[in-house]
T-cell receptor, first 113, second 110 residues
Framework: DQQVKQNSPSLSVQEGRISILNCDYT??????FLWYKKYPAEGPTFLIS?????DKNEDGRFTVFLNKSAKHLSLHIVPSQPGDSAVYFC????????????FGTGTRLKVLA | DAGITQSPRYKITETGRQVTLMCHQT?????MFWYRQDLGHGLRLIYY???????DKGEVPDGYVVSRSKTENFPLTLESATRSQTSVYFC?????????FGEGSRLTVL
């Protein structure tokens, strides 16, 4: 049973426009959410995170929104750049005793020049 | 250099053989994790460890064994490799916030 879901396998966006990547989760005990970016043949790199006590967090061009009632988070990239083309993973951290991070299936973003 | 390193980066083995993937981190992070990445499945958690000598199963632990005798090392062993274990394996470490990933180990089981 997939606890963290990214229902869009791919997304194409024009350079300069907004990219919106979505993620849904099922476990209400998750307390911390993260987004990672992954280039081919490299390990995932951390982008931005948000605690469950907040509903928004910004870092430069990246903003993460959390809607706890809907169990939904999204990553907004504005403006999108060709270098943003990568696979994006959302992740959620559980708090049952020890920290356990569950990742989604990823969304491949292509930013068109 | 400080960081998290995995070895080997590439490995080809045969069905039934034992394989060990190594992971070493220099940050003294308490938490360490093993994930596998497969098309259509994203990153799936195999095992994780909260501290030396404390390990726990993740989402897909069957066929894998881990140990953590030292804080900095977290080896992953496939006791009898199967073709379904062909994958890219990522090790990660964390204090309590974000995970820091290694560059991955690509394993092919023939």
């Amino acid at each position: 049973d997939q606890q963290v879901k990214q229902n869009s396998p791919s997304l194409s966006v024009q350079e300069g426009r907004i990219s919106i990547l979505n993620c849904d989760y099922t476990n209400s005990m998750f307390d911390y959410f993260l987004w990672y970016k992954k280039y081919p043949a490299e390990g995932p790199t951390f982008l931005i995170s948000i605690s469950s006590i907040k509903d928004k967090n910004e870092d430069g061009r990246f903003t993460v929104f959390l809607n706890k009632s809907a169990k939904h988070l999204s990553l907004h990239i504005v403006p999108s750049q060709p270098g943003d083309s990568a696979v994006y993973f959302c992740a959620a951290r559980g708090t049952s005793g020890t920290y356990k991070y569950i990742f989604g299936t990823g969304t491949r973003l292509k930013v068109l020049a | 250099d400080a960081g998290i390193t995995q070895s080997p980066r590439y490995k080809i083995t045969e069905t039934g053989r034992q394989v060990t993937l190594m992971c070493h981190q220099t940050w003294s992070h308490s938490y360490m994790f093993w994930y596998r990445q497969d098309l259509g499945h994203g990153l799936r958690l195999i095992y994780y460890s909260a501290a030396a000598d404390i390990t726990d199963k993740g989402e897909v632990p069957d066929g894998y064994v881990v140990s953590r005798s030292k804080t900095e090392n977290f080896p992953l062993t496939l006791e009898s490799a199967t073709r379904s274990q062909t994958s890219v394996y990522f090790c990660a470490s964390s204090a309590t916030g974000e995970l820091f990933f290694g560059e991955g180990s690509r394993l092919t089981v023939l």
